[in-house]
């Protein structure tokens, strides 16, 4: 029997209009909006399905509507029934696709899910504007060198996303100065993010803290599915696990090459990539080209996955 892995996307993915057709199709995933809604205290499916746009990218909205858009593409998939969604084997996220990947996985709610997905990205956004910073897609280069780079100019590797494309994040001013590093050592390109922070570097130092205080007051229950963590590649598989895990990744990159190189080596063949957007899916395909991949993001994605 094939063995298949559930990954969900995280900033970067968003789009005025994600989730609309799931809204109006299936009462599963309007439920989710709905609690989302609620929890935050503001309409964020709304802000998902109209936008405008600059309001969506703030990192303080973005996070929690991703979570909500992913969530609303799980619940409209598990409603279709039968077997056309495979129990997976494991579940992953990328970076805050993480928090979306916990809640499938049963470790909380759906409406915790985007409270602390909120409370992260404000967080997050917070930390970003007292030590200003950024992050910038470095790719055609290996990652031993990109390393060396990062020491001397003081910026850290922040995702190691698959062979030839990793991020890089760090202070404005050491950041620009990897940046021209990077492209005279031979980089075929670099794109710089529209993020707020020095994502997943000692910066967001100030949000572990504040984050630390929010979890404290959530109980959090052992995954029904092992979760692959982003910062050691290796699976969460108790309830005291995850905190830490979720602190460690605001400073520290995600491993996710690493963690798909994982899930194969454990007999997975098939990646179900469950939110807006194919980026995980793009990443998948360069780090093992066996890989069979399919997306659930929209109301066709999830017909099609009815007649597969």
């Known amino acids: 029997m094939t063995q298949v892995a559930w990954v969900f996307p995280g900033q970067g993915s968003q789009f005025v209009g994600m989730g609309r057709d799931l ?28 936008g405008p746009e600059d309001e969506l990218r703030q990192t303080i909205n973005t996070q929690p509507a991703l979570v909500a858009a992913g969530l609303a593409c799980l619940q409209a ?23 979306t990947a916990l809640a499938a996985a049963g470790v909380f709610g759906f409406d915790v899910a985007v409270r602390l997905a909120r409370e992260r990205g404000r967080l997050m956004h917070e930390a970003g504007q007292v030590r ?12 031993q060198p990109l390393a060396e780079i990062c020491q001397k100019t003081g910026t850290r590797m922040a995702n190691i996303n698959c062979p030839g494309q990793i991020v890089i994040s760090g202070a404005a001013e050491d950041l620009a ?19 707020s922070g020095a ?9 572990v803290e504040g984050m ?6 959530f109980s959090f229950q052992k995954p029904a599915i092992p979760v692959v963590g982003n910062t050691n590649a290796l699976p969460l598989t108790t309830a005291e696990a995850v905190k830490p895990e979720l602190l460690n990744q605001l400073c520290n990159p995600v491993q996710w090459q690493r963690s798909i190189e994982y899930i194969v080596s454990n007999g997975v063949s098939t ?16 780090i093992n080209k066996e890989a069979k991949t399919i997306n659930i993001g929209d109301l066709e994605s999830v017909k099609n996955l009815a007649i597969q």
Request: aromatic share 8%.
């Open 23 to 50: 809204y109006d199709n299936f009462a599963s995933s309007r439920a989710v909006f709905e609690q989302a809604d609620k929890a935050l205290g503001f309409p964020l499916s709304r802000l998902c399905f109209e």
């Open 77 to 99: 998939a598990r409603s279709i029934g039968g077997n056309k969604l495979p129990v997976p084997a494991f579940v992953a996220g990328h970076s805050l696709g993480e928090y």
């Open 132 to 143: 200003p910073g950024g992050m910038a897609a470095v790719i055609g280069m290996d990652e």
């Open 177 to 195: 100065r990897a940046i021209e590093m990077v492209k005279t050592a031979g980089a075929s390109r670099v794109i710089p993010l529209q993020v």
């Open 199 to 207: 994502f997943h570097t000692p910066l967001m130092q100030p949000a």
């Open 212 to 217: 630390s205080k929010f979890m404290a007051s």
């Open 271 to 286: 990646f179900i990539e469950i939110g807006p957007g194919k980026v995980l899916t793009g990443l998948i395909k360069r």
